[in-house]
């Protein structure tokens, strides 16, 4: 299952929402309040193994499936081709 994928689902099952499309703001179309927002936080440092900082949590990262996806794909770290 891609990030992208993931993602949508944890915000469907947590919020009970499906009708949005990648680009919509979730604080502006009431899909997910401030709130919700930790949640959503908490799962992507859960799911991906990965750690926000407080200057992270702005809406140019989270406010959208698109933003989101596209901060967690910058902030996993780059898997190297294993020699072998």
């Known amino acids: 299952m891609s990030i992208r994928d993931r993602i949508r689902a944890f915000i469907v099952d947590t919020f009970f929402v499906d009708d949005f499309g990648d680009n919509d703001s979730f604080l502006r179309k009431g899909l997910i309040d401030s ?4 949640e959503l936080v908490s799962f992507i440092e859960t799911e991906f193994g990965i750690k926000l900082e407080d200057k992270e949590l702005v809406p140019e990262n989270l406010d959208s499936l698109a933003r989101v996806v596209a901060f967690v794909e910058r902030k996993q770290p780059q898997r190297l081709p294993q020699a072998g």
């Open 35 to 38: 709130t919700g927002m930790m």
